[in-house]
């Protein structure tokens, strides 16, 4: 069974940063695909950024492009989400996720996902 763990969340003022790790245990980490989406309140889950082939392919969506980053260690089979200049439209609770397949254009929809985490809450304050 694949366990997906983040940390890092937290609250944090306006303009500035968190670094958020989702550890995977995973075999073959680099043939996955490994998300970020999140969850504000009364709103749908939605797309933050993806990662595939070692790294070699970086998604975002055009809300955060810019101002995250998304990497991998696959020596340590964890991803981050290193986030910077937040907002407080930012504040929701981010789920990192897994994709066994590392093709195809749906990288941003949550339904082809495998395995999710719990969350991490994470909040800024204007």
């Known amino acids: 069974q694949v366990q997906l763990v983040e940390s890092g969340g937290g609250l944090v003022q306006a303009g500035g940063s968190l670094r958020l790790s989702c550890a995977a245990s995973?075999?073959?980490?680099?043939?996955?695909?490994m998300a970020w989406f999140r969850q504000a309140p009364e709103k749908e889950r939605e797309f933050v950024a993806a990662i595939r082939r070692s790294g070699l392919t970086t998604y975002y969506a055009d809300s955060v492009k810019g101002r995250f980053t998304i990497s991998g260690d696959n020596a340590e089979n964890t991803v981050y989400l290193q986030m910077n200049s937040l907002k407080p439209e930012d504040t929701a609770v981010y789920y990192c996720?897994?994709?066994?397949?590392?093709?195809?254009?749906?990288?941003?929809?949550?339904?082809?996902?495998?395995?999710w985490g719990q969350g991490t809450q994470v909040t800024v304050s204007s």
């Open positions: 995973i075999r073959t980490f680099s043939t996955y695909t």
């Open positions: 996720a897994a994709d066994r397949s590392s093709y195809g254009e749906t990288y941003h929809v949550s339904g082809r996902y495998d395995y």
